[in-house]
């Protein structure tokens, strides 16, 4: 038998690279100190890029099936209409028609 080693998968860094795209293959809840979701998207070349959730990024993920390949966006820092002077992190989710 031969045997794979399992490592962690990397984070992506929207502020580094503002688009990431991928076969959403799994999600992730209640992960980290604020139980969070955490989205898998399988590269091309068959590696893992997670996706922390966020609100936004949540509801739209909501609207997205396991095995679609998506694209995420990062659009920047918005001012939020709800929490005068905060700003929330906007994204947006782009389903490939294949």
């Known amino acids: 038998m031969e045997w794979n080693e399992v490592t ?3 984070a992506w860094d929207f502020e580094k690279s503002p688009v990431v795209q991928g076969k959403y293959v799994k999600k992730d809840t209640d992960v980290g100190e604020n139980g969070s ?3 898998k998207l399988e590269q091309e070349d068959g590696s893992i890029v997670s996706v922390w959730g966020s609100t936004v990024l949540d509801n739209k993920m909501d609207n997205v099936g396991i095995g679609q390949t998506i694209q995420i966006k990062f659009l920047g820092k918005k001012p939020s209409p709800n929490r005068k002077g905060k700003e929330y992190k906007d994204f947006a989710v782009l389903i490939g028609n294949e």
């Open 8 to 10: 962690a998968s990397s």
């Open 37 to 39: 979701n955490m989205y």
